[in-house]
């Protein structure tokens, strides 16, 4: 009987919070599936959080399955990567970008097919993605939506519409967690099939929104739904650079400063810390429930909505990116959603009458971890 040889695939996992530690528990769970089908084994080199990077040692120069079973235990007590024994601590000093930079740097070298995985909530990883992305055989897939949609369409394109860079770069989870949306969008655009609408409602979080206000985001929170900072996703923000990411996918060179986005919260509470702002939400309670009930006696319901319009076929009218709170039909497609999922629909010349639909659970660690390891495994089985 032939026998297969297993090749070793290395990576750096840049946070080790929900959907990280989701990850690399993924990933051990996978080892027998990825030597079967793909005669591939991922191998952790490092792993970072906010304070330190912990590397491993073992056969392939990685951490061993019982190291990363420590080290996820470690991180789910609450613990930093800094007490960890051999951790390379971030001098305080040092901005953090600069931290991650060289550590790909210095992974470029000494391991020069590795794949840099951003499961981290911070614009930080811009450099050190980037380097991945155009560094000879290095390859880098995120879960963290700030570098995709961060202030320069000039970095988007380098990471994601250079020539070579649909083959090195992929970030599937920045939008609907673990749902195939930009697999989708991809396969539509090299198609040529002229995308003229992209809508839906793109949050776990505020999937919830129809029911009381605050309970609903204190229970997306401990689901893990929320972003890091959960003004982010009551502020209508990660919606705005998930749809920000969708439209760049499609190619409008445009900013985050070009969404139009209807906050659920008034500028006053935008000033507290996160936890006052959490204490001050039941603030909200009444008026949002007032909102509900009016949209109740119509038969209809509330949703956070995004639509992305890119230009007309004949260049007619600039696009344009919107997300906000609508009110529909309660038995319409967007009205019947339930808890985290989301709905993307996608309308193109070839899905003009009838969409093609992505529904399902759009947040959640392990969905989201799903998403970035099939990232990681199309990366893995598309080298060059
Ligand atoms: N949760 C979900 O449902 C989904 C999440 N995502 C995205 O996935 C990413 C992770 O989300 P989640 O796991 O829930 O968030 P967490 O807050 O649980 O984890 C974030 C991790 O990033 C680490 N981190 C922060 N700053 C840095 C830094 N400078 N260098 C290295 N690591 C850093 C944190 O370190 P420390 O532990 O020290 O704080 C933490 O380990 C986010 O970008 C989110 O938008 C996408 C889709 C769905
Ligand atoms: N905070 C986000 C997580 C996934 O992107 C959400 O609620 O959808």
Same mark, same amino acid.
């Given at each position: ?10 990576? %750096? ?9 989701? #990850? ?50 470690? =991180? ?11 951790? !390379? %601590? ?15 740097? =210095? ?16 614009? $930080? ?12 055989? *290095? ?19 380098? #990471? ?34 002229? /995308?003229? @609408? ?18 609903? /985001? ?20 990660? !919606?705005?650079? =998930? ?8 190619? *409008?060179?445009?900013? @985050?400063?070009?969404? %139009? %986005? ?6 006053? #509470? ?8 959490? $204490? ?14 009016? $949209?109740?006696?119509?038969? =209809?319901? @509330?949703?956070?909505?995004?639509? !992305? ?18 009110? /529909? ?13 989301? @709905? &993307? ?11 093609? &639909? ?20 199309? #990366? ?5």
């Amino acid at each position: 009987m032939a026998t297969c040889e297993t090749r070793t695939v290395p990576f %750096v996992l840049v946070g080790a919070g929900g959907v990280g530690a989701a #990850l690399l528990e993924a990933i051990v769970g996978a080892r027998a599936l990825h030597k079967a089908r793909y005669g591939i084994r991922f191998s952790a080199l490092a792993v970072c959080d906010s304070s330190a990077a912990v590397s491993g040692a073992d056969a392939a120069g990685g951490l061993s399955d019982a190291e990363i079973a420590a080290l996820i235990a470690h =991180k789910a007590s609450g613990g930093k990567l800094a007490s960890q024994s051999g951790a !390379v %601590v971030r001098p305080a000093e040092q901005d953090a970008s600069v931290f991650l930079e060289s550590l790909v740097d =210095k992974y470029s070298k000494e391991a020069p097919d590795t794949i840099v995985v951003d499961c981290s909530a911070t614009d $930080a990883t811009v450099p050190a993605l980037l380097k991945a992305a155009t560094t000879a055989n *290095m390859r880098a897939a995120s879960a963290n939506k700030k570098p995709f949609a961060d202030s320069s369409f000039r970095n988007f394109r380098e #990471l994601c519409l250079a020539p070579t860079s649909p083959a090195r770069v992929r970030y599937e989870s920045s939008v609907g967690a673990g749902l195939p949306v930009i697999a989708a969008l991809a396969r539509v655009v090299s198609a040529h099939d002229a /995308v003229t @609408l992209i809508s839906g409602s793109f949050s776990g979080t505020l999937g919830y929104a129809g029911e009381s206000f605050s309970a609903v /985001v204190g229970k997306a929170k401990e689901l893990g739904y929320t972003e890091p900072d959960p003004r982010d996703d009551l502020g209508g923000v990660d !919606v705005a650079r =998930k749809a920000l990411i969708l439209a760049r996918t499609l190619g *409008m060179a445009l900013e @985050l400063s070009d969404v %139009v %986005v209807e906050p659920l919260y008034t500028p006053e #509470l935008a000033e507290l810390s996160v936890p006052d702002f959490l $204490a001050a939400l039941p603030t909200l309670d009444a008026a949002f429930a007032a909102k509900v009930a009016a $949209a109740a006696a119509e038969g =209809k319901v @509330l949703r956070y909505a995004a639509n !992305v319009r890119p230009p007309a076929a004949d260049g007619t009218g600039g696009g344009s990116l919107k997300v906000g709170l609508v009110a /529909v039909p309660a038995s319409s497609p967007l009205g019947t959603l339930s808890g985290s999922d989301n @709905l &993307v629909e996608i309308y193109s010349q070839w899905y003009a009458a009838t969409p093609l &639909v992505l529904r399902g659970a759009g947040a959640g660690a392990g969905t989201t971890a799903a998403g970035v390891l099939s990232d990681m495994v199309e #990366l893995a089985n598309t080298r060059g």
